[in-house]
């Protein structure tokens, strides 16, 4: 294949490239990080969860492939200074930089406290701000790179949570305006932005089955799934997409609400 059709599988692999997956230890930061591990990436797997975060890098050392764990407080510039130098001491560069970590919130506007606000903001939006910060200048000095930011689908509705429904739109302009910024040095910026997706963050959550019922694909996605379109965006197959989000929820934004309207009047 030409170089200009994008087409061609090399461009596709990660060898010889350093990614760095924030909330890597478990849930979609896992797969991501096993999947760049398995297309040949040097991986850091940067969590707070430390032994989760060590058990994957050493499974993955165990099965040949190049990891290692960080602890990072994302919401933290003084820890984000920390991965920057394990990835300069380990490889001398940063590729690619998934904003994976996130938490949730689940209360209303009427019973979110101020202090449980801030906590969802800086851990999923401020956390974002300074890990892109730390790392555009190091992977400019190489050339340039990709950084995805995991955003929701609820960053394009409301959601009965408005502390993570808000950081997930915020996290959207924050791609933009950093894909604006960092174009001239090669960097591209896009969001991913998923539906549900069964990990530790809901596993519990009474509205598995109701999310579920109103997807119209009728399921959830795999961890896996996402990983896969992360790992899209931050190769150079996508050399030319930027500053753009991705929904990938089996058609939930698309029009579950009409769906169930099609559904209940026969229509369908
Ligand atoms: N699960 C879903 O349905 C869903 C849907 C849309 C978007 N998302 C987003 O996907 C991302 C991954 O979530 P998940 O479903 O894998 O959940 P998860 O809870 O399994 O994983 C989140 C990870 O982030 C880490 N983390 C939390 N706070 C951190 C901090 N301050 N610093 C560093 N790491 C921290 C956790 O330790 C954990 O490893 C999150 O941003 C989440 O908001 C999840």
């Not at 797997?45 to 492939?65: K, N, P, S, T, Y």
């Not at 801030?118 to 992977?139: C, D, H, W, Y």
């Not at 799934?225 to 931050?234: K, N, R, S, T």
Request: net charge negative; hydrophobic share 45%; proline share 3%.
């Amino acid at each position: 294949m030409s170089e200009e059709t994008g087409s061609d599988p090399e461009r596709r692999d990660f060898a010889g490239r350093v990614v760095i997956v924030t909330g890597g230890a478990r849930g979609q930061g896992e797969a991501e990080s096993r999947l760049f591990a398995a297309r040949g990436a040097a991986v850091i797997i940067a969590d707070v969860l430390a032994e989760e975060g060590r058990a994957l890098a050493e499974a993955l050392q165990a099965e040949g492939r190049a990891a290692r764990f960080v602890y990072l407080d994302v919401s933290d510039p003084k820890s984000w200074e920390g991965a920057v130098a394990l990835a300069r001491d380990w490889k001398g560069r940063i590729d690619v930089l998934v904003n994976n970590a996130g938490i949730i919130n689940r209360s209303t506007v009427a019973n979110t406290g101020l202090e449980a606000w801030e906590r969802v903001m800086k851990v999923n939006l401020t956390g974002a701000f300074l890990g892109i910060q730390s790392v555009a200048p190091v992977m400019a000095e190489t050339g340039g790179g990709a950084i995805v930011n995991i955003s929701s689908n609820s960053g394009f509705s409301g959601h009965y949570d408005p502390a993570y429904t808000a950081s997930k739109w915020g996290l959207r302009g924050l791609t933009r305006s950093a894909a604006m910024e960092f174009a001239g040095n090669s960097i591209r910026v896009n969001a991913v932005c998923p539906g549900l997706v069964v990990t530790g963050l809901n596993a519990s959550s009474p509205h598995l089955k109701p999310m579920i019922g109103m997807t119209p694909m009728q399921r959830s996605g795999t961890p896996e799934e996402i990983a896969e379109l992360v790992a899209f965006l931050a190769s150079d197959a996508a050399g030319f997409i930027t500053g753009e989000d991705f929904v990938i929820d089996g058609g939930f934004t698309a029009g579950a609400a009409y769906r169930r309207v099609a559904t209940e009047t026969g229509i369908f």
